[in-house]
């Protein structure tokens, strides 16, 4: 079996990236198909795909040579609708594995067994992935060439250098592969800031060195005031205009060690972990004057408003990030609804008594 440890590991992380059940790394050549790496297939499943006849979606990917995305495969290849376990086969997104000088030589395949409705971003997550798993491969024939050449007598030593030099160059490679990979799993596309899955990625590790150092801190919990409203007058440019707005008073408000992410729509967080509580209204008004600056240069009918919940970090208390989420996020509605009471009441003007 010529299963690699390493592409096993990449297959595993497609899987959980996509939440897929099921991921097959795969060799092509005309009369068979070997398995490299997987996720969801038993020992005896392995055995049974290690050279097998190619099948039909994995033999398309490698003869276009581009990717085939179905949400389901009984309607558009109804004869592929089961793999060699004679499993259903529903949602199928394959993409091709270049080599660096352009052939296809396999596919990575993601697989479900009911109807999947792949997304945009789904095909960005695996055609990162492949570039990785093409460098890896690369750089495991390249090391066996290498091995191959130190053992042999009389191979030219120039050619020992060209093996090494693409070496480090397939390297380079795989890390900006890599860290492609990580941009586009971790962060939210239009502000720069972590998504939800990378802040919690990166707010549980915070919460977890608060405890472990003992150190307090804040949970903040931010929404944007007003997004539908300039959607509906100004477009959605102005809407994600708004966004990248508060993004940047965010950054420029915390330091680069706080977790500061969009978690969607109009709602921000922040980590600030090594800050005493009592520090708390310091942060508000900071952030409330960062406001005040950036708007006296924004266009009037664009005002950047929010409103702000937040709550403090315990480092003796068990509550886990998603519960200090919450709880700032409800402190965040308390504010707003009282922000829009005093309001209110303030547009009515003082209560008259009768005489």
């Not at 398309?60 to 109804?78: C, F, N, T, Y």
């Not at 397939?170 to 720069?192: I, V």
């Not at 959605?236 to 707005?245: K, N, Q, V």
């Not at 005040?292 to 315990?314: F, T």
């Amino acid at each position: 079996m010529t299963v690699e440890p390493a592409l096993d590991r990449l297959a595993t992380a497609v899987a959980i990236v996509l939440h897929v059940p099921r991921v097959l790394i795969t060799a092509l050549d005309e009369s068979r198909q070997v398995l490299e790496g997987a996720h969801g297939l038993t020992t005896a499943m392995r055995s049974t795909l290690t050279e097998a006849d190619p099948s039909p979606l994995c033999r398309e990917v490698a003869a276009v040579g581009r990717p085939l995305i179905l949400p389901d495969v009984r309607s558009k290849m109804p004869t592929a609708a089961r793999d060699a376990w004679g499993r259903p086969i529903g949602g199928y997104a394959g993409v091709p594995l270049v080599a660096s000088r352009g052939e296809v030589t396999g596919t990575l395949a993601a697989i479900t067994p009911t109807r999947r409705a792949w997304q945009r971003r789904d095909l960005l997550v695996l055609d990162s992935f492949a570039h990785a798993i093409s460098a890896v491969r690369e750089a495991r024939e390249l090391l066996q060439r290498y091995r191959a050449l130190e053992r042999s007598t009389g191979q030219l030593e120039d050619e020992a250098f060209e093996v090494a030099d693409h070496a480090k160059a397939t390297d380079l490679r795989w890390r900006k592969a890599t860290e492609a990979l990580a941009t586009t799993a971790l962060h939210d596309e239009l502000t720069g800031l972590l998504n939800r899955r990378g802040f919690f990625l990166e707010g549980d590790r915070q919460i977890d060195h608060a405890r472990a150092t003992r150190l307090s801190g804040s949970v903040l919990f931010v929404d944007l005031d007003g997004l539908k409203a300039a959607n509906d007058r100004h477009g959605h440019a102005a809407g994600d205009e708004l966004l990248r707005a508060a993004a940047t008073v965010l950054r420029s408000c915390f330091r680069n060690s706080d977790t500061i992410a969009r978690l969607g729509g109009d709602e921000f967080v922040v980590v600030a972990v090594d800050v005493n509580p009592d520090e708390t209204s310091t942060i508000a008004a900071r952030l409330t004057a960062e406001l005040e600056r950036v708007n006296r240069q924004r266009d009037a009918q664009l005002q950047l408003k929010w409103s702000l919940g937040v709550v403090p970090i315990d480092p003796r208390s068990p509550d886990n990030l998603e519960q200090l989420v919450v709880a700032a996020d409800r402190q965040m509605y308390q504010n707003k609804h009282d922000h829009r009471h005093a309001t209110r009441r303030d547009d009515r003007g003082p209560t008259r008594t009768k005489g």
